[in-house]
């Protein structure tokens, strides 16, 4: 005998599906404003989105309410590592309110809150798919807008000049170089996942695009980006066509052996990088940074800190030759074990690693493969660009650049609902 709804099933019900219909509104229409329109307050834009999903993902009877302990487990230390250091400050002001003592790492929990949301609205594969192509064919039009900026002053580039009109509002060359490379790793599962030759040359011109846009733009970092990006979809499609029978163990042991071939070549070539020579004297903030990271390896300095804590522990002097003040450490994940600690970093490189796992298993399954290697590569890129970069601070003028990584690792977390969402399906 089926038992009826009852009256507060069926109200939840309800508001689930409006949230959901109402949230997926707000999704697209803040990645319209991200990418198309020149405004600021996104943070908060992107919360009211995230908030919105999670209503609709727990007032859904059947939705699962798991989460990744790994970001939650980051947010929850860079939370505490803002609290402590301004405790005394916070308690001694009559007019402060409790949460002040949090808000230098307020977006940090707003990406949780984000992510989490965004990614119940993702939750079916016909949106997700619309919204990867949306969001590859955006990256497309800005990087055919650089190219386009570039043209109209000759193709001249001068080092440390003007940006150009495209890219201050992505926080530089190096915040454009980040959507690009995002925007390649989207791009090439259409090379990997294609069997057909029009859709592979299609996808290669696309790609070669991206590296024109790259180079026009002017950033080297971004370009070795992008290089490594190119190689590691190469090894892929040879590996996915050979005959191993373990293919993701041989995939992992060739990622491993890459990078411990990079490491050695490095440790080979110390002595030009201690003299400050490569990288654009980005060695030596690294060096700096690491040296802070070990002097408060718990909880850090604090989020947003890292300027002023670099300067009080002298080790500014390592890189003050070739830079002058810094907000950046030039590396993500380097500057969070400097602020929120070395678990806090760990943490962060967990859930990175954890969402690129649900993207390959994604891919395994068959659903959505396009879409799966795109996230892949896009996640993929973003982790090595972030070793001479980190877009996520706090800082306002890299927020825009900060959602887009926000929706990309929203897009890895719905793709791990995809699974559950099918067996409810044939259920």
Partial sequence: MTREPSAVSLVAEGASRIA??????????????????????????????????????????????????????????????????RWSAVASTPDSTWWSLFTPASHLAVM??????????????????????????SVGIL???????????????????PSLPSVPHWSGIHGASLFLTIG???????????????????????????????????SRGGLASMGVVAGAMMLFALIDRSRFRFKPVVMLGAVAAL????????????????????????????EATARLAA??????????????????????????????VLNNAHNLFLQVAAETGVIAALCLLGF?????????????????????????????GFLVHSVSENVLEARAEVER???????????????????RAYADQRA
């Fill in 112 to 137: 949780a809150v984000f992510i989490y949301g965004a990614a119940y609205l993702l939750r079916t594969p016909r949106r997700l798919s619309w919204f990867v192509v949306l969001m590859a064919l």
């Fill in 295 to 324: 002097d408060h390896p718990w909880l850090g300095v604090g989020p947003g800190r890292f300027p002023q804590a670099i300067i009080e522990s002298g080790y500014a002097d390592y890189y003050h030759k070739y830079y002058g």
């Fill in 20 to 85: 959901d219909a109402v949230g997926a509104v707000l999704l697209c229409w803040l990645g319209w404003r991200m990418f198309f329109v020149l405004d600021s307050a996104l943070q908060g834009r992107a919360l009211l989105v995230g908030l919105i999903g999670l209503l609709a993902c727990w007032t859904d009877r059947r939705s699962p309410k798991n989460a990744s302990l790994a970001l939650l487990a980051f947010v929850a230390i860079g939370l505490l590592s803002a609290a402590v250091p």
């Fill in 352 to 380: 990175a690693l954890s969402s690129m796992w649900a993207c390959w298993r994604a891919w395994a399954v068959g659903e959505t493969p396009i879409v799966a290697l795109g996230v892949l590569f896009a996640i993929f």
């Fill in 184 to 218: 390649l790793g989207l791009v090439s599962a259409i090379i990997l996942s294609s069997r057909s030759l029009g859709r592979g040359m299609s996808g290669t011109l696309l790609a070669a695009g991206l590296f024109v846009a790259a180079y026009l733009n002017g």
């Fill in 401 to 419: 650049t900060r959602l887009l990584v926000w929706m990309v690792l929203a897009a890895a977390c719905a793709l791990q609902r995809l699974p």
């Fill in 259 to 286: 990078s411990v071939g990079g490491a050695l070549a490095m440790w080979s070539l110390r002595d030009r990088f201690n003299n400050g020579q490569d990288f654009s004297g980005r060695t030596l903030i690294w």
């Fill in 143 to 161: 990087a055919a807008q650089i190219a386009f900026d570039r043209a109209s002053v000759g193709f001249v580039y001068e080092r440390g000049g």
